[in-house]
Protein backbone atom coordinates (compact mmCIF):
# COMPACT_ATOMS: atom_id res chain seq x y z
CA UNK A 1 0.00 0.00 0.00
CA UNK A 2 1.02 3.66 -0.99
CA UNK A 3 2.31 5.69 1.84
CA UNK A 4 0.11 8.85 1.68
CA UNK A 5 2.43 12.21 2.81
CA UNK A 6 1.52 14.75 4.94
CA UNK A 7 0.34 16.91 2.30
CA UNK A 8 -1.45 14.07 0.53
CA UNK A 9 -3.04 13.58 4.08
CA UNK A 10 -4.15 17.43 4.63
CA UNK A 11 -5.62 17.60 0.84
CA UNK A 12 -7.75 14.37 1.77
CA UNK A 13 -8.82 16.60 4.98
CA UNK A 14 -9.78 19.21 3.37
CA UNK A 15 -11.19 17.65 0.25
CA UNK A 16 -13.48 15.46 3.07
CA UNK A 17 -14.34 18.58 4.84
CA UNK A 18 -15.21 20.73 1.77
CA UNK A 19 -17.61 17.48 0.85
CA UNK A 20 -19.23 17.61 4.10
CA UNK A 21 -19.49 21.37 3.64
CA UNK A 22 -21.02 20.94 0.37
CA UNK A 23 -23.25 18.49 0.82
CA UNK A 24 -24.70 20.67 3.93
CA UNK A 25 -24.25 23.94 2.10
CA UNK A 26 -26.52 21.76 -1.04
CA UNK A 27 -29.08 20.70 1.67
CA UNK A 28 -29.84 24.37 2.85
CA UNK A 29 -29.75 25.13 -0.72
CA UNK A 30 -33.10 23.38 -1.61
CA UNK A 31 -35.69 25.54 -1.25
CA UNK A 32 -38.67 24.66 1.22
CA UNK A 33 -41.98 22.71 -0.62
CA UNK A 34 -44.29 20.50 0.18
CA UNK A 35 -43.82 17.67 1.77
CA UNK A 36 -47.58 16.19 1.72
CA UNK A 37 -51.14 17.09 -0.03
CA UNK A 38 -51.58 20.56 0.60
CA UNK A 39 -55.09 21.33 1.98
CA UNK A 40 -57.09 23.92 0.28
CA UNK A 41 -59.91 25.71 2.30
CA UNK A 42 -62.93 27.23 0.77
CA UNK A 43 -65.02 29.67 2.98
CA UNK A 44 -68.12 29.01 0.91
CA UNK A 45 -70.04 25.95 -0.50
CA UNK A 46 -69.69 24.04 -4.07
CA UNK A 47 -70.19 26.16 -7.17
CA UNK A 48 -69.84 29.09 -6.12
CA UNK A 49 -67.16 31.74 -7.48
CA UNK A 50 -64.68 30.98 -4.29
CA UNK A 51 -64.75 27.25 -5.15
CA UNK A 52 -64.71 27.60 -8.47
CA UNK A 53 -61.28 30.18 -8.39
CA UNK A 54 -59.85 27.51 -5.75
CA UNK A 55 -60.40 24.75 -8.64
CA UNK A 56 -59.00 26.55 -11.25
CA UNK A 57 -56.16 27.43 -9.30
CA UNK A 58 -55.53 23.99 -8.55
CA UNK A 59 -55.78 23.27 -12.18
CA UNK A 60 -53.14 25.58 -12.65
CA UNK A 61 -50.81 24.32 -10.03
CA UNK A 62 -51.55 20.48 -11.34
CA UNK A 63 -50.90 21.27 -15.45
CA UNK A 64 -47.70 23.14 -15.15
CA UNK A 65 -46.25 20.68 -12.35
CA UNK A 66 -45.65 24.06 -9.87
CA UNK A 67 -45.88 21.52 -6.89
CA UNK A 68 -44.98 17.97 -6.67
CA UNK A 69 -47.86 17.35 -4.09
CA UNK A 70 -51.27 18.07 -4.78
CA UNK A 71 -53.76 21.12 -3.35
CA UNK A 72 -56.59 19.45 -2.18
CA UNK A 73 -60.01 21.80 -1.97
CA UNK A 74 -62.33 21.45 0.66
CA UNK A 75 -65.18 23.20 1.33
CA UNK A 76 -66.47 24.56 4.37
CA UNK A 77 -69.28 27.14 4.25
CA UNK A 78 -70.69 26.86 7.64
CA UNK A 79 -71.87 29.92 9.77
CA UNK A 80 -70.54 32.01 7.17
CA UNK A 81 -67.20 30.80 7.08
CA UNK A 82 -66.37 30.15 10.63
CA UNK A 83 -66.59 26.60 10.26
CA UNK A 84 -63.42 27.44 8.29
CA UNK A 85 -61.83 30.09 10.32
CA UNK A 86 -61.54 28.17 13.06
CA UNK A 87 -60.83 25.01 11.56
CA UNK A 88 -57.78 27.00 9.77
CA UNK A 89 -56.78 28.88 13.50
CA UNK A 90 -56.48 25.57 14.52
CA UNK A 91 -54.57 23.64 12.02
CA UNK A 92 -52.15 21.01 13.09
CA UNK A 93 -49.83 21.54 10.27
CA UNK A 94 -49.71 25.33 9.53
CA UNK A 95 -47.53 24.35 6.73
CA UNK A 96 -49.69 22.39 4.37
CA UNK A 97 -52.95 24.41 5.03
CA UNK A 98 -54.03 27.23 2.96
CA UNK A 99 -57.58 28.98 2.96
CA UNK A 100 -59.30 30.92 -0.04
CA UNK A 101 -61.20 33.91 1.51
CA UNK A 102 -64.33 36.06 0.98
CA UNK A 103 -65.07 39.44 3.03
CA UNK A 104 -66.51 36.74 5.34
CA UNK A 105 -63.01 36.62 6.46
CA UNK A 106 -63.70 40.05 8.04
CA UNK A 107 -67.30 40.12 8.53
CA UNK A 108 -67.67 36.46 10.33
CA UNK A 109 -64.99 37.45 13.10
CA UNK A 110 -67.13 41.13 13.31
CA UNK A 111 -70.42 39.22 13.86
CA UNK A 112 -69.01 36.05 16.32
CA UNK A 113 -66.58 37.68 18.90
CA UNK A 114 -67.03 34.35 20.30
CA UNK A 115 -64.89 32.46 17.63
CA UNK A 116 -61.61 34.03 18.65
CA UNK A 117 -60.96 34.90 15.13
CA UNK A 118 -58.00 37.62 15.08
CA UNK A 119 -57.43 37.76 11.49
CA UNK A 120 -53.79 39.66 11.79
CA UNK A 121 -52.57 36.68 13.36
CA UNK A 122 -52.94 34.49 9.56
CA UNK A 123 -50.12 34.52 6.89
CA UNK A 124 -50.89 36.74 4.19
CA UNK A 125 -50.30 34.65 1.09
CA UNK A 126 -51.57 36.28 -1.70
CA UNK A 127 -54.30 38.72 -2.99
CA UNK A 128 -55.88 37.27 -6.29
CA UNK A 129 -58.26 39.49 -7.21
CA UNK A 130 -61.57 41.58 -5.95
CA UNK A 131 -65.17 39.96 -7.61
CA UNK A 132 -67.53 42.10 -8.76
CA UNK A 133 -71.34 42.14 -7.94
CA UNK A 134 -74.55 42.77 -10.16
CA UNK A 135 -78.46 42.71 -9.82
CA UNK A 136 -79.35 39.96 -11.57
CA UNK A 137 -83.19 38.61 -12.37
CA UNK A 138 -84.54 36.18 -14.57
CA UNK A 139 -85.22 36.81 -17.74
CA UNK A 140 -89.04 35.84 -17.91
CA UNK A 141 -89.70 38.23 -15.13
CA UNK A 142 -89.77 41.28 -18.53
CA UNK A 143 -87.50 43.21 -16.25
CA UNK A 144 -84.76 45.00 -17.83
CA UNK A 145 -83.66 48.18 -15.54
CA UNK A 146 -83.30 49.32 -12.22
CA UNK A 147 -86.26 51.58 -12.35
CA UNK A 148 -88.18 48.17 -13.16
CA UNK A 149 -87.39 45.90 -10.74
CA UNK A 150 -87.71 48.75 -8.02
CA UNK A 151 -91.84 49.26 -9.06
CA UNK A 152 -91.67 45.40 -9.61
CA UNK A 153 -90.05 44.92 -6.06
CA UNK A 154 -92.11 47.57 -3.92
CA UNK A 155 -95.57 46.23 -5.28
CA UNK A 156 -94.35 42.91 -3.83
CA UNK A 157 -92.93 43.55 -0.72
CA UNK A 158 -91.61 41.38 1.73
CA UNK A 159 -93.29 38.47 -0.85
CA UNK A 160 -89.95 39.65 -3.06
CA UNK A 161 -87.46 36.58 -2.45
CA UNK A 162 -83.57 38.27 -2.53
CA UNK A 163 -81.07 34.92 -2.52
CA UNK A 164 -78.09 35.14 -1.55
CA UNK A 165 -74.97 33.48 0.21
CA UNK A 166 -75.10 33.50 4.50
CA UNK A 167 -76.60 36.02 7.04
CA UNK A 168 -75.15 39.21 7.35
CA UNK A 169 -72.81 38.41 4.11
CA UNK A 170 -71.52 40.36 1.25
CA UNK A 171 -75.02 39.35 -0.37
CA UNK A 172 -76.83 40.36 2.26
CA UNK A 173 -74.87 43.62 3.01
CA UNK A 174 -75.93 44.46 -0.83
CA UNK A 175 -79.24 43.43 -0.30
CA UNK A 176 -79.77 45.70 2.91
CA UNK A 177 -78.19 48.45 0.89
CA UNK A 178 -80.96 48.30 -2.13
CA UNK A 179 -83.69 47.81 0.58
CA UNK A 180 -82.88 51.26 2.26
CA UNK A 181 -81.72 53.15 -1.10
CA UNK A 182 -85.16 52.24 -2.52
CA UNK A 183 -87.66 52.16 0.02
CA UNK A 184 -88.15 48.33 -0.57
CA UNK A 185 -89.08 45.53 2.06
CA UNK A 186 -87.48 42.65 -0.04
CA UNK A 187 -87.20 39.26 2.08
CA UNK A 188 -83.37 37.94 2.27
CA UNK A 189 -82.89 34.31 2.14
CA UNK A 190 -79.60 32.81 2.49
CA UNK A 191 -78.05 29.37 1.02
CA UNK A 192 -74.64 27.75 1.36
CA UNK A 193 -73.17 28.92 -1.81
CA UNK A 194 -73.17 31.30 -4.91
CA UNK A 195 -73.86 28.52 -7.28
CA UNK A 196 -77.11 26.99 -5.32
CA UNK A 197 -78.16 31.09 -5.15
CA UNK A 198 -77.78 31.73 -9.41
CA UNK A 199 -79.78 28.16 -9.40
CA UNK A 200 -82.62 29.28 -7.10
CA UNK A 201 -82.57 32.52 -9.48
CA UNK A 202 -82.74 30.52 -12.85
CA UNK A 203 -85.43 27.79 -11.34
CA UNK A 204 -87.63 31.04 -10.62
CA UNK A 205 -87.46 30.27 -7.02
CA UNK A 206 -86.05 33.61 -6.17
CA UNK A 207 -87.22 36.98 -7.97
CA UNK A 208 -83.51 38.47 -7.96
CA UNK A 209 -79.38 38.01 -6.60
CA UNK A 210 -76.45 39.91 -6.39
CA UNK A 211 -74.24 37.26 -7.87
CA UNK A 212 -70.54 37.43 -8.85
CA UNK A 213 -70.35 37.26 -12.38
CA UNK A 214 -68.54 33.93 -12.37
CA UNK A 215 -71.65 32.15 -10.57
CA UNK A 216 -74.30 33.41 -12.94
CA UNK A 217 -72.16 33.60 -16.54
CA UNK A 218 -73.24 30.13 -17.53
CA UNK A 219 -77.28 30.78 -16.68
CA UNK A 220 -76.54 34.47 -18.45
CA UNK A 221 -75.01 32.74 -21.25
CA UNK A 222 -78.25 30.43 -21.84
CA UNK A 223 -80.65 33.15 -21.71
CA UNK A 224 -81.89 32.35 -18.56
CA UNK A 225 -80.91 35.52 -16.34
CA UNK A 226 -80.47 39.31 -17.16
CA UNK A 227 -77.70 41.98 -15.40
CA UNK A 228 -79.47 45.27 -14.60
CA UNK A 229 -77.20 46.87 -12.36
CA UNK A 230 -73.73 46.82 -11.24
CA UNK A 231 -72.06 47.47 -7.78
CA UNK A 232 -68.25 48.70 -10.04
CA UNK A 233 -67.08 52.17 -10.25
CA UNK A 234 -67.06 51.71 -14.01
CA UNK A 235 -69.65 49.45 -16.30
CA UNK A 236 -68.14 45.92 -16.67
CA UNK A 237 -66.69 44.85 -20.15
CA UNK A 238 -68.91 41.50 -20.27
CA UNK A 239 -72.18 43.40 -19.12
CA UNK A 240 -71.69 46.91 -21.16
CA UNK A 241 -75.43 46.93 -20.89
CA UNK A 242 -75.78 47.08 -17.11
CA UNK A 243 -75.05 50.52 -15.52
CA UNK A 244 -73.51 51.08 -12.66
CA UNK A 245 -75.08 52.09 -9.13
CA UNK A 246 -73.07 55.17 -9.67
CA UNK A 247 -74.52 56.19 -12.84
CA UNK A 248 -78.31 55.52 -11.30
CA UNK A 249 -77.55 58.19 -8.79
CA UNK A 250 -76.38 55.94 -5.69
CA UNK A 251 -73.09 56.14 -5.11
CA UNK A 252 -72.40 52.84 -3.08
CA UNK A 253 -69.49 50.58 -4.89
CA UNK A 254 -68.62 46.89 -3.10
CA UNK A 255 -66.01 44.90 -4.03
CA UNK A 256 -65.13 41.05 -2.81
CA UNK A 257 -61.48 39.97 -1.71
CA UNK A 258 -60.33 36.76 -3.72
CA UNK A 259 -57.53 35.52 -1.32
CA UNK A 260 -54.89 33.61 -0.27
CA UNK A 261 -54.68 33.29 3.44
CA UNK A 262 -52.02 30.69 5.28
CA UNK A 263 -52.57 29.08 8.81
CA UNK A 264 -51.47 30.96 11.54
CA UNK A 265 -47.69 29.89 12.86
CA UNK A 266 -46.57 29.21 9.06
CA UNK A 267 -42.84 29.07 8.57
CA UNK A 268 -40.76 31.94 7.25
CA UNK A 269 -39.80 29.43 4.44
CA UNK A 270 -43.35 27.70 3.74
CA UNK A 271 -44.53 31.44 3.78
CA UNK A 272 -42.27 32.81 1.17
CA UNK A 273 -42.62 29.19 -1.04
CA UNK A 274 -46.59 30.01 -1.14
CA UNK A 275 -46.41 33.62 -1.71
CA UNK A 276 -44.08 32.81 -4.51
CA UNK A 277 -46.29 30.03 -6.10
CA UNK A 278 -49.18 32.40 -6.10
CA UNK A 279 -47.43 35.12 -7.53
CA UNK A 280 -46.21 33.32 -10.35
CA UNK A 281 -49.79 31.88 -10.80
CA UNK A 282 -51.20 35.65 -10.80
CA UNK A 283 -48.78 36.90 -13.62
CA UNK A 284 -49.59 33.29 -15.41
CA UNK A 285 -51.70 33.42 -18.91
CA UNK A 286 -54.18 31.06 -17.63
CA UNK A 287 -55.12 32.99 -14.51
CA UNK A 288 -55.11 36.55 -16.17
CA UNK A 289 -57.57 34.96 -18.58
CA UNK A 290 -59.65 33.85 -15.82
CA UNK A 291 -59.91 36.28 -14.32
CA UNK A 292 -61.06 38.76 -17.97
CA UNK A 293 -63.55 36.25 -18.50
CA UNK A 294 -65.22 36.55 -14.43
CA UNK A 295 -64.99 40.22 -14.66
CA UNK A 296 -62.44 39.82 -11.80
CA UNK A 297 -60.60 42.79 -11.09
CA UNK A 298 -57.17 44.18 -8.78
CA UNK A 299 -53.42 43.18 -8.54
CA UNK A 300 -51.60 40.69 -7.00
CA UNK A 301 -50.98 41.86 -3.21
CA UNK A 302 -48.54 39.86 -0.85
CA UNK A 303 -46.67 40.29 2.53
CA UNK A 304 -46.79 43.66 4.49
CA UNK A 305 -49.03 44.77 2.06
CA UNK A 306 -51.81 42.44 2.44
CA UNK A 307 -51.96 42.64 5.63
CA UNK A 308 -52.22 46.46 5.57
CA UNK A 309 -55.40 46.07 3.29
CA UNK A 310 -56.88 43.27 5.32
CA UNK A 311 -56.98 45.44 8.36
CA UNK A 312 -58.42 48.38 6.20
CA UNK A 313 -61.20 46.37 4.98
CA UNK A 314 -61.79 45.06 8.47
CA UNK A 315 -63.30 48.64 9.58
CA UNK A 316 -64.82 49.64 6.29
CA UNK A 317 -66.64 46.15 6.76
CA UNK A 318 -66.89 47.36 10.65
CA UNK A 319 -68.92 50.56 9.44
CA UNK A 320 -70.94 48.66 7.18
CA UNK A 321 -72.55 45.95 9.56
CA UNK A 322 -72.90 49.02 12.35
CA UNK A 323 -75.21 50.47 9.56
CA UNK A 324 -77.09 47.66 9.05
CA UNK A 325 -77.20 46.91 12.80
CA UNK A 326 -75.69 43.86 12.50
CA UNK A 327 -73.05 44.73 15.24
CA UNK A 328 -72.82 47.68 17.38
Known amino acids: ?5 KAGLLGLGLGLAFGIGMTSVAKDAVAWEPKKPVEFIIMAG ?12 QSIIAKNKLSSKPFTPVNKPGGSGAEALVHVKNAADPDHTLMFT ?3 FYTTPLRQPKLGIDI ?15 L ?6 GITNVDQFVAAAKKAGNKWIMAGTGKNSEDNILTDFLNKAYGLD ?3 VPYKGGGRVAKELAGKNANSTVNNPSEQLGFYQAG ?3 PIGAFTPTRLPLFKDAPTFRELGKDFVYFMQRTVVGAPGMSKDATAYYQGLFQKIFNSKGWQGYMKKKSLQGGFLTGDALMKYWLEQKEVQRGILRK ?3 IK
Do not use: C, Q
Not at 1 to 5: P, W
Not at 120 to 134: C, K
Open 1 to 5: MKAIG
Open 120 to 134: STFTPVGRMAEDTFL
Open 46 to 57: KGGGADKAVRFL
Open 136 to 141: WVHKDS
Open 186 to 188: MKY
Open 324 to 326: MGA
Open 224 to 226: KTV
Open 102 to 104: LNS
